[in-house]
């Protein structure tokens, strides 16, 4: 399967503080990665190096074939505009309806004109699964999960390659959050996205997760299919995976995304 996304011997280091070192990673063509990791492993981090928020010490990033650190501004901005990102908190500004935070991206680097960039931010709105009357609201009136919806429609309006997830589910109920999961799931499908999600979420790992990615010592410890990591033999990993709420969400889980042997640790904690 060709990559989409590699990085290879990345350093990220604030002051003398270094989160990565020596990190490599691969992301497949339409696959939804999930990246996994304890507090202070840098998962934004990472995410923010990718979509060129955050500039590594050291290593390289390549999307699409093309090392986007080495890229003249001009190239490395087109590139940067095949990605979608929906950040942690939605990020959407106040002061905008839902219809025109959509709206923005399309007039400001489609530059389309204000009538055609509010029809096609009411199919954005549709598409993320919003109601049509949403696009009149403010942020600080919706609910946590509409927020994320419109976030979503959003990072949708550019019609991505890449979809950029930082912990999409945080904060929501567990109906909303599984709603959200098959949203992202029916999404991937139906337009081919490539999905990179940062995430916590055990039930949105085991229900839509290709593969997982953990971090930890500065790199990425593993990447694989959920059965493979979840049977790697590291302390974190066994308590994350095989832990009460692990153990729990695998067995909630599709048939497809269980594994036998993800279940025969019961006793570990």
Do not use: C
Request: proline content about 4%; hydrophobic content about 45%.
């Amino acid at each position: 399967m060709t990559n989409v996304i590699e990085v290879r011997g990345v350093r990220n280091q604030f002051g003398r503080q270094v989160v990565h070192d020596g990190l490599d990673l691969d992301v497949r063509r339409g696959e939804i990665l999930s990246v996994v990791g304890g507090s202070g492993t840098g998962k934004s981090v990472l995410l923010r190096t990718i979509v060129g928020l955050n500039r590594p010490a050291a290593g390289s990033v390549s999307v699409f074939g093309e090392d986007l650190l080495g890229l003249p501004t001009a190239r490395r901005v087109a590139i940067e505009r095949r990605f979608g990102v929906l950040f942690q908190k939605g990020a959407l500004f106040s002061s905008l309806t839902v219809a025109e935070n959509v709206a923005l991206p399309l007039i400001e680097h489609a530059g389309l004109k204000a009538g055609e960039a509010a029809r096609l931010a009411a199919l954005k709105i549709a598409l993320a699964g919003l109601p049509a009357n949403a696009g009149e609201k403010y942020p600080a009136e919706l609910s946590g999960g509409m927020i994320k919806r419109a976030a979503l429609a959003r990072a949708l309006a550019l019609d991505p390659d890449i979809l950029f997830l930082d912990e999409p589910t945080a904060g929501l109920d567990p109906i909303g959050a599984a709603a959200f999961d098959e949203l992202i799931l029916t999404l991937r499908d139906a337009l081919g996205l490539t999905v990179f999600m940062v995430t916590h979420d055990l039930d949105t790992i085991y229900t839509i997760t290709d593969r997982v990615a953990v971090l930890a010592q500065k790199r990425v410890l593993v990447n694989d299919r959920l059965d493979v990591v979840a049977d790697f033999d590291d302390a974190w990993i066994r308590e994350y995976f095989h832990g009460p709420r692990g153990r729990a969400a695998a067995q909630a889980a599709p048939p497809a995304q269980r594994a036998p042997h993800n279940l025969s640790h019961g006793g570990q904690a």
